[in-house]
């Protein structure tokens, strides 16, 4: 191995920690700080080309590939296809230990070069690790005069960083899903429940009165009895339609958010008595059916919280469409929000939850006066003048 005169300082090293520490502590996008930690890691040791790959769950492949110093979508386009991780990339992951070589070609573990990759020599790698877990790589080339045993402790900090910022997103991601599973199992247990004491309960009466309609020698009882059984079946019907509405609105599918949420607010004033006003202005145009059905949830869920904790008289629902960005707001008149949740609550968290994994945003506000929850979510932007 050859040291040459370009050793990085010891002050190099501990400015690209402080730099790459504050990245990790702002509160900056996996992709945006992976980006600048390879950045820093190319800065620092003088190399010319830098890449990270982080595995994918199945640890068959890359899922995401970032790039510093060369341009990432020509040579995409050159290439056709991202790393797959074989070869020395494999070998790394394979055998997660730093790698450092002179001539990255002259080694039996590579595969070589696809065609339109710019030429490589030297070359300093080192796995992305966690506790012992392997969650990618991050690899140098192209440094004059070849990489030192400096570059790859440098190096090796920062690939320590990386992990831990790819750890935590996994974790947070995976928490989050469990929890909108959660929300999703909870709901359909309540609606289990509810199809199996009303709607059972229904149709067995039903079922009962039919056989008394059966046996009935009398012409006007079995009269009275049918028209009784008419008017349960009207209810069971009711019953049955409104908790189709429930689990999925064809308003929603047929006719969009608007109509869909004037429905929901028509069902709860004849439910609870609540007035509730529906203003909309979204325009002509559907947005995304993710964007329509997280609104249309979470307007559920907090006007069911209206009727069942605020005491409110009434409450508003307002859509408003900006170029790019959805808001929605549902307001009530009631006595606010008291004292703190019942540790199973999953209501607002799961509001919360929704509306992140769109990139969205949501504020509640509550006071004596009542409660305001409004979100904000993040859509393609309408065409200019349609605005
Ligand atoms: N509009 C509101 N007015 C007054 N209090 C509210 C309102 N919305 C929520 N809350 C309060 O916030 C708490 C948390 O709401 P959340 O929806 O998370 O849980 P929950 O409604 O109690 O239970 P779940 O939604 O899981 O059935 C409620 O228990 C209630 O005390
Ligand atoms: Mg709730």
Do not use: C, W
């Not at 950045?39 to 982080?54: D, N």
């Not at 929890?179 to 199996?196: C, D, M, P």
């Not at 009711?238 to 908790?243: E, F, G, I, K, T």
């Not at 709860?268 to 325009?283: C, E, H, I």
């Amino acid at each position: 191995m050859v040291e040459t005169m370009e050793n990085t300082t010891l002050e190099d090293r501990l400015r690209a920690l402080i730099e790459s520490s504050a990245a990790l502590s702002s509160d900056l996008d996996l992709d945006v700080l992976l980006q600048r930690l390879i950045e820093i890691a190319t800065r620092m040791t003088g190399a010319r080309y830098a890449a990270l790959g982080v595995l994918n769950e199945a640890r068959s492949g890359l899922a995401l590939f970032y790039t510093h110093g060369l341009d990432r979508d020509r040579a995409l386009k050159e290439i056709g296809h991202l790393p797959a991780g074989h070869g020395l990339l494999g070998a790394l992951i394979a055998d997660p230990r730093p790698l450092r070589l002179d001539d990255l070609q002259q080694d039996p573990r590579s595969s070589g070069f696809p065609a339109g990759h710019p030429p490589m020599t030297n070359f300093l790698g080192v796995p992305v690790l966690v506790r012992g877990r392997v969650y990618g790589n991050l690899y140098l080339t192209e440094k004059a005069g070849g990489f030192t045993a400096d570059d790859e402790e440098l190096v090796s900090l920062l690939a320590g960083q990386a992990g831990i910022a790819i750890e935590l997103s996994q974790r947070v991601a995976r928490d989050s899903l469990r929890r909108v599973l959660q929300g999703q199992e909870l709901e359909r247990r309540r609606l289990a429940r509810e199809l199996h004491d009303e709607t059972g309960q229904a149709l067995t009466s039903i079922l009962l009165g039919l056989k008394e309609v059966e046996s009935s020698p009398d012409a006007a009882a079995v009269r009275a009895a049918t028209q009784r059984l008419r008017e349960l079946v009207v209810e069971t019907l009711q019953d049955v339609r409104a908790l189709a509405v429930e689990l999925r609105p064809r308003a929603l599918d047929d006719f969009g958010l608007t109509a869909a949420l004037e429905r929901l607010a028509e069902i709860f004033s004849q439910k609870s008595g609540l007035t509730v006003d529906v203003v909309a202005a979204l325009g002509p145009a559907r947005l995304p059916e993710e964007v329509e059905t997280t609104l249309y949830r979470i307007a559920q869920e907090a006007l069911t919280n209206v009727v069942k904790h605020s005491g409110a008289a009434s409450a508003s629902l307002v859509l408003r469409r900006r170029r790019d960005r959805v808001f929605l707001l549902v307001e009530d008149d009631g006595g606010g929000i008291q004292g703190e949740p019942r540790a199973d609550a999953i209501g607002l968290v799961g509001m919360r939850e929704r509306t992140a994994l769109l990139g969205g945003q949501l504020r509640l506000e509550s006071s004596a006066n009542g409660t305001t929850v409004s979100v904000e979510v993040p859509v393609p932007p309408l065409a200019e003048g349609l605005s």
